[in-house]
């Protein structure tokens, strides 16, 4: 067995706010069977205290963490096999994991997640008993930017050497900055402050401090893994990944195959195999979401609203779903100016849009749409068109990162030789977008062609397990090669 620990700042299904979380929540299961004991580490925040099961042990104690005592809980939630860092003058408060009640970042979110990450490089060099059996990470897995400080930290302490880090970017356009001031404060080795080491334009960069202090680098497909080389895609990091490049691979993320299951879905109105199947859920979708029955395409989004996804090129491109007879569907929430766009555009009858965080509604939409809109200016790997191949609802998607990876765009060529799964447009634009959305409509109107897709789409593999044996054969590698 190896014993990985797994740090981040979310983990599905006791707190999350993206994609990351999900990840996080899902490793552990996966990678079970390839012979990997992992454990995760998370902040002690409300919700994931209360979650924890009765039984939960302190295994690690420090006095005066960033300014208040802390503890580990060393217990199991939604099971998994739980590191909680007990920490209440970081984690206890109401609102969101990351922004305070003003909408911005918690001015001590340093200070949140430094601990988080010395806390990560101490269980890996110390090791930790909990119920009386020692155990040790040979691995520490690090997630963005909140765990990026840990193999720095590792570096510092008697034992680290023993252990390896792996450090995966979900998204590099989240680099955890702070001004250097906070340098000694964080227990940072001051030298480190260099080009070479975490100084990012003057300031800390708590992303690229894991970026070039890890053994290995991971990303969440093979396609960002290459984009975040460019200039355009590496947000002022690709310099440094490209030094490191041959530590970087790309390993594809997966979906939770039980929870994203048509066949067994407790929250779609009618479960279903085949796609002829799914039609009951289109119905119930339209009468939930207040929408008429339509010659065209019924289309959804789940999404968080950021200038990312791409929501405003969709909104430009909408005549061209429209005009054909098409129907929007969209739940998310984020930026207020897209939201308030978004409800602008609701006044049409065919769109219909739901600001907020709802998961038994992203299912719904899921199953009853007949395809998923993902136009994202860029996409790490990306879960919503994952969840529309499975569900047979035809992912329409910009090609970039895990989009482009993971569908297969209806040429004519793949329509001959029957493999195609969805739509991709290039460059990422609404012009393309509104010419992605007209060939849709084409597809959609060719009831045999429509069909064939959603049958390749729902065969398609979309779980965790090529993915769980790449993480596994990395932890196993980055070991030998020690
Ligand atoms: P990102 O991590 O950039 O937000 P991903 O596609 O990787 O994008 O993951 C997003 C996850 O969050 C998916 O599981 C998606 O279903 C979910 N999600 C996003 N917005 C909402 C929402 N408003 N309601 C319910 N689920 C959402």
Not at 392 to 401: D, I, K, N, Y
Request: one cysteine or more.
């Amino acid at each position: 067995m190896t014993a990985v620990l797994s740090v981040a700042s979310e983990c599905a299904p006791l707190v999350k706010t993206g994609g990351l979380a999900d990840v996080v929540g899902a490793l552990p299961e996966a990678l079970r069977p390839e012979g990997v004991s992992m454990r995760v580490l998370l902040p002690g925040y409300p919700a994931v205290l209360e979650a924890l099961e009765t039984g939960a042990t302190a295994v690690m104690t420090e006095n005066d963490l960033f300014g208040g005592p802390a503890r580990v809980l060393a217990g199991r939630a939604a099971e998994l096999d739980l590191l909680v860092l007990d920490a209440p003058h970081l984690y206890e408060r109401a609102g969101s994991i990351y922004l305070g009640p003003d909408g911005r970042d918690w001015p001590d979110n340093p200070q949140r997640f430094a601990a988080l990450s010395w806390i990560a490089a101490r269980i890996a060099a110390e090791g930790i008993a909990p119920g009386g059996e020692s155990w040790r990470p040979d691995t520490l897995h690090c997630h963005d930017w909140q765990a990026g400080l840990a193999p720095d930290y590792l570096a510092q302490m008697s034992g680290g050497a023993n252990v390896r880090t792996v450090m995966t970017v979900h998204n590099i356009a989240f680099q955890g900055l702070f001004e250097p001031h906070l340098i000694e404060a964080l227990r940072l080795p001051r030298h480190r402050f260099t080009t070479e080491g975490f100084e990012y334009y003057g300031r800390v960069s708590a992303l690229k401090a894991g970026l070039v202090a890890a053994d290995r680098l991971t990303t969440v497909s093979p396609t960002y893994a290459a984009e975040l080389l460019r200039p355009d895609f590496g947000m002022g990091l690709d310099g440094v990944l490209r030094a490191r490049r041959r530590a970087l691979t790309g390993i594809l993320n997966g979906i939770d195959e039980t929870a994203w299951s048509p066949a067994s879905d407790p929250h779609i109105a009618r479960t279903y195999r085949l796609p002829a199947r799914k039609r009951p859920n289109k119905a119930a979708l339209q009468a939930e979401m207040g929408l008429p029955d339509a010659p065209g395409p019924l289309c959804c989004v789940v999404s968080r609203l950021t200038d990312q996804k791409g929501i405003d090129l969709l909104l430009e491109a909408l005549p061209a779903l429209l005009d054909r007879g098409g129907q929007l569907a969209l739940l998310g929430s984020g930026d207020p100016a897209l939201e308030r766009a978004l409800r602008e555009a609701a006044h049409d009858p065919n769109v219909s849009v739901r600001i907020g965080y709802d998961e038994a509604l992203s299912h719904r939409l899921i199953a009853g749409a007949d395809a998923i809109l993902v136009p994202s200016r860029f996409e790490p790997c990306g879960l919503t068109q994952l969840y529309g191949l499975r569900y047979g609802t035809v992912p329409l998607v910009a090609l970039t990162g895990g989009l482009a990876d993971t569908v297969i765009h209806a040429s004519p060529a793949a329509i001959d030789r029957g493999v195609a799964t969805g739509v991709q447009f290039h460059p990422v634009d609404a012009a393309p977008l509104a010419v992605a959305l007209d060939r849709l409509c084409d597809l959609y109107a060719r009831p045999d062609i429509w069909a064939q897709m959603q049958r390749n789409a729902m065969k398609q593999p979309v779980g965790w397990s090529v993915s769980a044996k790449a993480y596994a054969a990395l932890y196993r590698d980055a070991t030998a090669e020690a």
